[in-house]
């Protein structure tokens, strides 16, 4: 087979094929040389072609159709004649620099594989050690997370994830805009918060001008202090699950209450578990005819009372205007502030101490839900490696697999 025809199947440019096969375990060993007869000094850039001695060796390539490849190099070391330079030195290509044991394009591929795949199976598949892949990959995502924009977004989602457990948060930082996650930092306070922010100078905070949050006072304490001009939303989706667990509450407390049990197969209020969740519109004939059954079981009503209270909360979120919704708020929470239910004065005091937050969702009209997606990217990085253990790999990785 002709050398370039060769060269072009193996993609080695810079090197002329000598020999190539596989051995044993399904390797791929490919026998190069520089073909130029000059190389130029490192250190004067002087070329030479004084050859002082050969050598070969082993450099670790990507895959070549699907089998692992092994370059043996047979390396040239040449003499440099100016005067007060180094006495020898060895010749590098752009593939493979001095030193180097893994070519310039397999730690490509190695970087490029560990954005979506565990370091473990990333080594697996190109045949390298762990610890070589986690710094091939751990470089590439370096490099991609240093070259992105340092400046806060204008519109900042906050929520946290497990890192690990129990009770182990990390607080996502997510550009709402772009749906890009900023940032990812231990913890989840108001302290750590703080604590990134203030890495910022003047006018990066100053450009911040909407924040969306869940109802989590250490976040809305942070923003306060540090951002104080910004415009704070609490999350729509977290505020209607907020309503769905005082339904789940009641309805819980009800059977206990009614039945001295736990809810069963049988029992309406296990039955209609889910159709209590679920929107009224969005509701079958059958659902709905659980949804009655259950009801006419609970003598008492409240059961139906926490039903209405958070189809409420759905229905305040289909105003147009804030307005309107600020009416509408405040005939709810005179509703139910003192209803007599315990579950439902307590949401009714939640609802009032973020009831600025909740409304100015009418002016902003955002949510965390680029966040709640970028929260799902990040689980799936933490399921991938099986766990983490150490936050600053962990980050990393995330950082790396969102940007």
Known sequence: MEDHVTRALVGLDEYRILDAYED??????VTVEVPRAEAPCPHCGTFSGRVKQRSLQRIRDGLSFERPT???WRKRRFRCDTPGCVQSFTESTAQVPRRARLTTRLRGAIGR????????????????GWATAWRTIAAAATAQIA??????????????????RPQHFATGLVDLSTGRLWDLVEGRSKTVVVERLSRLDTAGLAAIGDVVIDPFAG??????????????????????RLANAVVTDVRCRRQQEMTGHRGRKGDPFYRARRDLLRGRERLTDRQAARLETAFAADVTEQLWAAWIAKEGIRDLYRHADRAGAERFLDAWMTAFARCGIAELE?????????????????????????TEGRNLII????????GFRNFDNYRLRVLYRCS
């Open 219 to 240: 976040y809305r304490a942070a923003v306060r202090e540090l951002v104080p001009h910004a415009r704070r939303t609490a999350d729509r989706f977290h505020i209607v």
């Open 113 to 128: 594989a560990g954005k979506t795949r565990s370091t473990a199976q990333v080594a697996a598949a190109f045949g390298v």
């Open 24 to 29: 044993g375990i399904g390797v791929l060993v």
């Open 70 to 72: 092994v370059l043996v």
């Open 147 to 164: 070259a992105r924009p340092p400046s806060a977004p204008a519109r900042l989602g906050l929520d946290e994830t497990t890192f690990r």
């Open 346 to 370: 307590r949401l009714a005091a939640t609802i009032g101490r973020w009831r600025s937050e909740i409304l100015n969702y009418f002016d902003s009209r955002l949510t965390n839900g680029p």
């Open 379 to 386: 689980k799936s990085v933490k399921r991938s490696g099986h």
